[in-house]
Nanobody
């Protein structure tokens, strides 16, 4: 079972930036994909961004042009750079790894966008 630990969340004003990190216990180069999801209060969990093993990347329409997913195989870490944050981006952000027909979730990191 791959363990994932997120960090980097917090409180930020609208228009601000945050970078989330997801550190994996195993080699992320062996994962089929790594993704970031979020769940706002009273809302369903939704995909934010995902990066495949071949480097393909997809974003939710709501974050295109503002968020960037990237990975550092040497550090077994995936990042989510979030710019131009909006109040509607407030949510708990989760990292998810896909591997060998299985998946693992991180514990989540709270992001609050408020003035």
């Amino acid at each position: 079972q791959v363990q994932l630990v997120e960090s980097g969340g917090g409180l930020v004003q609208p228009g601000g930036s945050l970078r989330l990190s997801c550190a994996a216990s195993g080699s992320i180069s062996r994962m089929n994909a790594m993704g970031w999801y979020r769940q706002g209060t009273g809302k369903q969990r939704e995909l934010v961004a995902i990066i495949g093993s071949g480097g393909s990347i997809n974003y939710a329409d709501s974050v295109k042009g503002r968020f960037t997913i990237s990975s550092d195989n040497a550090k077994n870490t995936v990042y989510l750079q979030m710019n131009s944050l909006k109040p509607e981006d407030t949510a708990v952000y989760y990292c998810k790894a896909f591997y060998m027909g299985r998946s693992s979730w991180g514990q989540g990191s709270q992001v609050t966008v408020s003035s």
